[in-house]
């Protein structure tokens, strides 16, 4: 079917729009419309007004048809809503051609379809709407993933709505688009049930004040309205630009779909973010009526044809725009977050569709661990949702040491504002090291079959306190106070259960005592153009010690700082990864500087055979794919600076490796390089004991993509 004629150009669509979203290139101004209580007149009057304007563009005969274009990305990927770079499984990409005519009638044609899996995913096909546009709004009832995760929810404008929804005033805001003279007045209504027990939305309509067009309308669901067990939060945009100064058409359609396990809080979480965009619309065109019989989707092409589209983007630059890449605002949605819509309108409720109460495990070693200094341990907790917070209670016990271990805290379920948030601890193991050597599924392995324990234990008991002073995908800062008591770990397991031949390296000793701490703790996430990100975290202490060996307290201080910096390629072919650690302390007892050494930090060297009070750590990573989804080739490089009770080292180490299925195994071959060092390792007694130089046989390394560790 061709176009007729050229496409016509919206009346300042995308500066309407573009201010909703928080750019204001042609805004006159914005301003509070106004406290106004719930289901109050002004705010009844204007929904009512767009509720009669909704039903206007069906009996406008000025406009008959139109046809336009839309292209879209949608990412599949794994997420931890504590902290942590999203994981991507799948990228799909998407080009269509929208219809529309009087009456309603729809159809839309795919004209290009593409996707590349960047984990292994087999049997994995989207609904159909996550590919496809909302012409009409929605009905007067919402429907969401082919009504499998959400159906008959009433719309906030449908007839009789006003039954079951209140509305509030909230704020308002004037823009000024090009070519017309007056502004436009748009105005914010909250919504919100009046039963949060029934399946409704909770979210924002954003009107237009004259006629009551809907310009924006932007929702989660309450829990009752999820269908799938699975879903953990469903939140829709949809956005409309003004055409010829008349017609409120598509412009941008926004989703995001988390999904958990319904009975365990493991918080790790499948996430699918989805933007649409129509552009190039012609009204008014010849559009036989008989187009419009049949299935409203049709594919143009077959598979083949459909993934050879010229498509306009590459298939991954909408990962800033949807919030995947690092840096990017939180959710899909910007704005449309839980914290932003649900927060504001009530927060004390609970809005998430999976379970109120839940197994919970802060990750899979919690459930199952092993290692020299606590011997097997198994533990399980329980999930508690209290309107915007959660409870959360975990026990365990560590069978090699006979003892229990125990932890309880209440944090908030989200980002959110100066949030407080508590906890205790009994027993809670801490890694001297100054990062993780390893994934902790793989380090429970190494230490029951091979005898090679990643992790060197000390144990705290105590309570902190703390407040949020701000947080989001872009960063967080929180002040924390605490207070606890240290003690050493033992080595329990002398040798693994299966192989009674191989003995476990000796645990670290650190200063036992008591401390009370004050920490700011602060993360920094940006984006560096469309292929480079930075994610920075730092911890700034200052405390006061009173140790069981020492006579009087002392104070100290301790700094920690971890960046990473990371490239891609625009097709996700090679990649660069830039890390750099900085510890520094003062008069801190041993369990405030850090083990480096072996895994993560001086591959090559013994493991965890270095010691530092101040010390600086470095190193860069390279990898390009050889072999699409199977091979990838990898190049190491790094180096530290150590220093110790007047002793300091200046290790370093070079290495290559290859990297199988998409990277998620990593087989590495690192080499110390440079002089001969003798290495150091601190003892509460006599300070610092020499050790023998480092290996000079390098060594071989298999390992887990790091993004994964936080699940394990």
Do not use: C
Not at 86 to 114: C, F, H, K, S
Not at 442 to 467: H, K, N, P, Q
């Amino acid at each position: 079917m061709g176009r007729g004629r050229s496409p016509r150009r919206p009346t300042g669509a995308g500066a309407a729009l573009g201010l909703l979203l928080g750019a204001l290139p042609v805004a006159a101004g914005a301003q509070e419309a106004g406290p106004e209580p719930w289901n109050g007149p002004r705010a009844a009057a204007l929904v009512e007004r767009a509720r009669d304007r909704r039903q206007e563009p069906l009996a406008d005969s000025t406009l008959r048809n139109y046809r336009a274009d839309a292209t879209g990305h949608i990412y599949f990927f794994l997420d931890r809503e504590e902290a942590g770079e999203p994981v991507l499984l799948r990228a799909d990409q998407v080009a269509l051609e929208l219809y529309w005519a009087q009456n309603g009638r729809t159809r839309q044609v795919i004209r290009g379809m593409r996707s590349e899996e960047q984990f292994p995913i087999k049997n994995f096909a989207y609904y159909l709407d996550r590919y496809t546009v909302i012409q009409n709004g929605f009905g007067d009832e919402i429907r969401v993933g082919e009504g499998r995760d959400v159906a008959d929810v009433p719309h906030p404008l449908a007839p009789g709505a006003d039954s079951i929804y209140d509305f509030r005033l909230a704020d308002s805001m004037t823009i000024r688009l090009p070519g017309r003279s007056e502004p436009l007045r748009v105005y914010e209504v909250q919504v919100r049930p009046r039963d949060f027990g029934v399946a409704a939305i909770v979210g924002s309509l954003f009107l237009e004040r004259a006629r009551g067009d809907l310009v924006r309308l932007a929702f989660t669901f309450t829990p009752s309205a999820y269908l799938d067990p699975r879903n953990e939060r469903v939140e829709v945009a949809l956005e409309n630009a003004l055409w010829e100064g008349r017609y409120w058409l598509p412009r941008e359609q926004r989703l995001l779909v988390r999904r958990e396990i319904p009975e365990l809080d493991l918080d790790v979480g499948t996430v699918i973010r989805a933007v649409l965009r129509v552009t190039d619309y012609e009204l008014n065109v010849d559009i036989p009526r008989a187009f419009f019989a049949g299935p409203p989707v049709i594919l143009a092409e077959g598979p083949e044809g459909l993934a050879s589209h010229d498509f306009s983007e590459g298939l991954y630059e909408g990962l800033a725009d949807v919030g995947l890449a690092p840096g990017a605002e939180a959710g899909t949605l910007d704005a449309v977050d839980v914290d932003a819509i649900a927060g504001r309108v009530l927060r004390e409720r609970f809005l998430r569709g999976v379970p109120r109460v839940r197994f919970y495990a802060p990750n899979a070693s919690a459930v199952l661990r092993y290692d020299r200094g606590e011997g097997f341990v198994t533990g399980a907790g329980l999930a508690y949702g209290i309107g915007e917070h959660q409870l959360t209670v975990y026990a365990a016990r560590a069978w090699g040491a006979g003892m229990p271990i125990f932890e309880i805290a209440a944090r908030p379920l989200s980002s959110a504002r100066a949030a407080w948030f508590a906890e205790a601890y009994y027993n809670r193991p801490v890694d001297l090291g100054l990062r993780p050597a390893a994934a902790g599924v793989l380090s429970s392995l190494a230490a029951a079959t091979i005898g090679e324990d990643y992790r060197d234990l000390y144990f705290e008991r105590g309570v902190a306190l703390g407040r949020e002073l701000g947080a989001d995908r872009r960063g967080s800062l929180a002040l924390v106070l605490a207070a606890e008591r240290h003690r050493s770990a033992a080595r329990v397991e002398r040798t693994p259960p299966i192989d009674n031949n191989v003995t476990f390296r000796l645990v670290r000793p650190i200063d036992e005592g008591d401390q009370v701490t004050l920490a700011l703790l602060g993360r920094s996430v940006a984006t560096a153009g469309r292929r480079g990100a930075g994610d920075t975290r730092f911890a700034l202490e200052a405390g006061w010690f009173q140790g069981d060996a020492a006579e009087d307290p002392r104070w100290f201080a301790a700094t920690s700082f971890h960046a990473l910096r990371s490239w891609r390629g625009a097709d996700l072919r090679w990649g660069v990864d830039l890390r750099s650690s900085i510890r520094l302390t003062s008069g801190a007892p041993l369990q405030h500087g850090a083990l480096l050494g072996g895994r993560n930090t001086l591959p090559g060297y013994e493991i965890r055979s270095l010691y530092g009070e101040q010390l600086v750590l470095a190193d860069v990573e390279a990898w390009a794919t050889a072999v699409p989804r199977w091979l990838r080739v990898r190049g190491l490089l790094g180096g530290a600076w150590a220093h110790a009770a007047d002793h300091h080292e200046v290790p370093a180490y070079a290495g290559v490796g290859l990297g199988f299925i998409d990277g998620i195994l990593r087989l590495d071959y690192a080499l110390p390089i440079g002089s001969r060092y003798d290495l150091f390792l601190p003892d509460p007694a006599d300070g610092v004991i020499p050790v023998p130089a480092a290996i000079r046989n390098g060594a071989l390394i298999l390992s887990i993509d790091p993004r994964l560790w936080p699940f394990l």
